[in-house]
């Protein structure tokens, strides 16, 4: 039963529900991290090795 | 005391020093002996002579120890004395724990040396990168365990709120190693020293990549990741160019790497979803790799210059250069036309020493200039010696990297040239001699990688000698205040440590689980009752096929032919999934220095084996097989053999109690005819009861499985 589900499985527009997901996060993300507001505080992060 | 407090809240503290120069020390000695084991199988294949019929000595037993001591002793201690060093001073504590930092460092030292004993005596799972036997497996975890506790408890002490970017590749790598090794390390023990892995054929192979690939992306990439964002700033003394990259760069590649192992199994019995899934992911991983690298290079801006006369500088560059390269030639290698010709071939083996010689090695390298003469306090013994081995150490890679990729894609190109339905070139060793010169030019280019290694020892101790006690440093920083919820984004997550190790996790497991379950869920839909060969082995079968992983041999021989119409014309039918079912572990092997195995079965009348394993010259002229004349010596062990079937028994393998009962005398009996039928074909030696029988008995074995019929 399951491996004939498998054989036919024709239910592509999950794969590309997926594919909207993943891409959406990742732009998501994308702009979040890049967003204007954060510089101070990325200033901040990348100067932290150079401290001690 | 390594602490106090002052009345200006500030808290004053020391560092560990002793740990990490303990591990820097490591890494030196055991770098020596990665690359001296490299250069000396590098060696064999040329002169196959220095296999000096020593059982111990034979390529196919030194090649894991090379491979396990260039990555867990080389690489490894590498990781935790950069790991120790640069953490302490980015989370503004001392390390959590003494004892546990002396149980890190002791217990993996104890690992290695036990790798080292009990590799060339061939006591081994057969699982590349994963060969040590279960033991040293539950050792492995129990260390790791006391490395992870030592780096989270600095993070709980840490003074400085928000974890910077190398504690991030660092946490994740803690992480994901100890899952791999802990699943892909799932074993039933037969006795001290053997054991059967619970994954079987195509599933071994399946969780064995996702390992084996993983254990280069969380070893060997992301810990050197992070101490690329820690050492790179440091040595040019600038901040790393993008913050924001860096953090893109870490999610992206914690994601994507761990879905990319089945491109070790293109064109194999591997489900082809599988296969297809792990190709493109392979392919996706391009970007964060060289987001990763452009950041490092873009570092480097206003600073280059100064590359001309730092050797630290020259190292940093050429390493992250190298990691920009193997990230590129990597999803190339997983593209499958590509992966068509360049899979079993010495490309892979020249795009493996891309990485861990160029990217780990020159990192280490870089490393080490830069961290002795400050953890010792006093000056690099000379700069001009660093330079001189940087020039040899890049000549060195240089040469073994083209000389591979030559002989790669000359043997791939001569395996696949067919003129209509026949081979061009039929006979496999022709394939192999073609190459032997550029076996000559990798030894060469090894040994010169190995002789700057040896004038970095030296320059190395030099500066050490000439350090003078000090007093440790005293380091102030205020304590960690409360945590407030009032900071946004990541630098709020950054602040929740726990938060961000389940969301590694997380993003660690969807990958594994989507692309290993359906496979070993897989098996319940074959039908092995259907394909008369695939039955379980029998007892001497069994005992034949521990010895063929024992010595190694699928180092140089693999077990599948592939879906490629030149493997089917050169070995016979392509394999199925079916056919490994009670493989534990499958051997499909990673490389072909010799033929693939899957259909030696009743190609040949055992005296041919027989003559073989003896003196391979002596049936096929050119080869560089070692000769086995250990096995024509010592006895089978048969009274192990029922507790073997037994393990098996336990996986699944359909043995009947009546079988196991009576393993020993079937194996006596199936021995007795080998030795008949060695007679009839006018062996004269007496060989009662020799391992060479067993060895027969399952290379026989490996055929084609007869047609599927659909009763």
């Keep these: 039963m399951k491996a004939l589900y498998l054989a036919n499985y024709k239910l592509v527009f999950l794969n590309c529900i997926a594919l909207v997901l993943f891409f959406g996060i990742f732009c998501g993300a994308l702009a979040w991290i890049y967003r204007k507001s954060s510089k101070e505080f990325y200033d901040y992060m990348k100067s932290l090795p150079l401290e001690d | 005391?390594?602490?106090?407090?002052?009345?200006?809240?500030?808290?004053?503290?020391?560092?560990?020093?002793?740990?990490?120069?303990?591990?820097?020390?490591?890494?030196?000695?055991?770098?020596?002996?990665?690359?001296?084991?490299?250069?000396?199988?590098?060696?064999?294949?040329?002169?196959?002579?220095?296999?000096?019929?020593?059982?111990?000595?034979?390529?196919?037993?030194?090649?894991?120890?090379?491979?396990?001591?260039?990555?867990?002793?080389?690489?490894?201690?590498?990781?935790?004395?950069?790991?120790?060093?640069?953490?302490?001073?980015?989370?503004?504590?001392?390390?959590?724990?003494?004892?546990?930092?002396?149980?890190?460092?002791?217990?993996?030292?104890?690992?290695?040396?036990?790798?080292?004993?009990?590799?060339?005596?061939?006591?081994?799972?057969?699982?590349?990168?994963?060969?040590?036997?279960?033991?040293?497996?539950?050792?492995?975890?129990?260390?790791?365990?006391?490395?992870?506790?030592?780096?989270?408890?600095?993070?709980?002490?840490?003074?400085?709120?928000?974890?910077?970017?190398?504690?991030?590749?660092?946490?994740?790598?803690?992480?994901?190693?100890?899952?791999?090794?802990i699943v892909n390390s799932i074993a039933l023990p037969v006795s001290l020293f053997k054991s059967y892995p619970v994954y079987a054929g195509v599933q071994d192979a399946l969780v064995q990549w996702w390992y084996g690939h993983n254990a280069v992306a969380f070893f060997l990439t992301t810990p050197y990741l992070g101490l690329m964002y820690y050492y790179l700033p440091k040595a040019v003394n600038r901040p790393i160019y993008s913050y924001r990259l860096s953090i893109i760069h870490f999610w992206a590649l914690v994601f994507i790497y761990i879905w990319t192992g089945p491109h070790h199994l293109l064109h194999s019995a591997l489900p082809d979803w599988a296969q297809t899934l792990g190709m493109i992911f392979s392919i996706m991983l391009l970007a964060p790799s060289w987001g990763g690298m452009i950041n490092g290079l873009l570092t480097m801006r206003g600073a280059w210059h100064r590359v001309r006369k730092e050797p630290i500088l020259k190292f940093l560059v050429a390493a992250v250069t190298f990691y920009g390269m193997s990230t590129f030639e990597g999803p190339l290698l997983s593209i499958k036309s590509v992966n068509a010709l360049a899979h079993f071939t010495d490309w892979i083996i020249g795009h493996v020493h891309s990485g861990v010689l160029g990217w780990n090695g020159f990192m280490i390298f870089a490393i080490l200039y830069y961290v002795v003469p400050k953890l010792w306090k006093t000056e690099l013994y000379s700069e001009k010696l660093a330079n001189v081995h940087f020039w040899m150490a890049m000549s060195g890679i240089l040469l073994y990297i083209f000389s591979m990729w030559a002989a790669g894609i000359t043997q791939g190109l001569m395996w696949r040239a067919m003129e209509g339905p026949r081979l061009v070139y039929p006979d496999f060793v022709e394939t192999l001699t073609k190459i032997i010169p550029l076996y000559y030019v990798r030894a060469f280019g090894g040994f010169l990688y190995l002789a700057g290694y040896v004038i970095m020892m030296y320059n190395i101790f030099k500066t050490i000698k000439a350090s003078k006690p000090a007093e440790p440093e005293v380091y102030s920083a205020p304590p960690l205040g409360k945590f407030t919820t009032d900071k946004q984004g990541h630098r709020y997550l950054e602040g929740l440590s726990a938060l961000f190790t389940v969301l590694v996790v997380i993003a660690v497991i969807v990958g594994s689980v989507i692309e290993i379950l359906p496979t070993l869920l897989a098996h319940k839909y074959y039908a092995p009752e259907k394909i008369e060969n695939v039955k379980p082995y029998t007892p001497l079968e069994l005992a034949g096929r521990d010895i063929y992983i024992r010595e190694g041999c699928y180092t140089c021989h693999s077990q599948m032919v592939r879906t490629l119409t030149y493997d089917i014309a050169r070995y016979g039918e392509m394999s199925r999934p079916e056919e490994f079912i009670y493989d534990h572990p499958f051997q499909f092997g990673s490389r072909r220095i010799g033929p693939d195995l899957a259909r030696v079965g009743g190609k040949y009348p055992d005296s041919w084996h027989y003559y073989h394993m003896y003196d391979p010259r002596q049936i096929t002229p050119g080869s560089t097989m070692p000769v086995y004349p250990h096995l024509f010596r010592k006895k089978i062990d048969y009274h192990i053999l029922a507790k073997k079937l037994l393990v098996m028994k336990r996986m699944g393998v359909p043995y009947s109690e009546a079988s196991i009962s009576s393993a020993i005398s079937d194996a006596q009996d199936q021995a007795a005819q080998v030795e008949e039928s060695l007679k009839s074909q006018g062996v004269k030696e007496k060989v009662r009861d020799k391992e060479i029988l067993a060895l027969i008995a399952y290379l026989q074995r490996l055929k084609a499985p007869a047609e599927v019929t659909d009763k």
């Design chain 2, 1 to 181: 005391m390594s602490q106090s407090k002052s009345k200006d809240n500030l808290e004053h503290f020391t560092y560990d020093e002793e740990t990490p120069k303990l591990f820097f020390l490591a890494t030196i000695i055991w770098g020596a002996v990665a690359l001296l084991a490299g250069v000396f199988i590098a060696s064999q294949l040329a002169f196959w002579q220095l296999n000096f019929k020593l059982p111990w000595f034979t390529f196919g037993r030194l090649r894991p120890l090379h491979t396990n001591s260039a990555i867990f002793a080389f690489a490894g201690n590498a990781i935790f004395a950069g790991v120790y060093h640069s953490s302490q001073r980015l989370l503004k504590t001392r390390i959590f724990s003494d004892a546990l930092s002396k149980i890190h460092f002791w217990g993996w030292q104890l690992i290695i040396v036990l790798a080292a004993i009990t590799l060339p005596l061939g006591i081994t799972t057969g699982k590349e990168y994963a060969e040590l036997e279960w033991p040293i497996d539950i050792l492995i975890a129990v260390v790791w365990v006391a490395f992870a506790v030592n780096f989270f408890g600095m993070i709980a002490r840490r003074r400085e709120r928000h974890l910077y970017v190398a504690i991030w590749f660092y946490l994740a790598s803690i992480i994901t190693v100890a899952l791999l090794h």
